[in-house]
């Protein structure tokens, strides 16, 4: 399954970049590889939200769980949506 990404963009002073730059290769990281692996040291401990499923998402599992008889089991979804 592959992962989905977004980019960033952020604007530093020339001399902010340099010290990033400096650090990123100490470590052997690109400047993108090394803030990065920041953002993830600091989001690290923070919890990923929960949302209350709608009314509709919990009909329609409730109907799934139902007709499991019918559900097909999909080892490479790749190939698999290419048969359809």
Do not use: C, H, W
Request: proline content about 2%.
């Amino acid at each position: 399954m592959q992962t989905q990404n977004t980019q960033l963009r952020v604007t530093l002073p020339v001399q902010l970049q340099a010290y990033l730059q400096t650090k990123a290769s100490k470590f052997g990281l690109s400047l993108s590889a090394y803030v990065k692996n920041l953002i993830i040291n600091d989001v690290q401990d923070v919890d990923y939200p929960i949302f209350q499923a709608s009314d509709g998402v919990e009909k329609s599992y409730k109907k799934a769980i139902k007709d499991r008889s019918k559900a097909v089991e999909v080892n490479d979804i790749d190939q698999y949506f290419s048969n359809l």
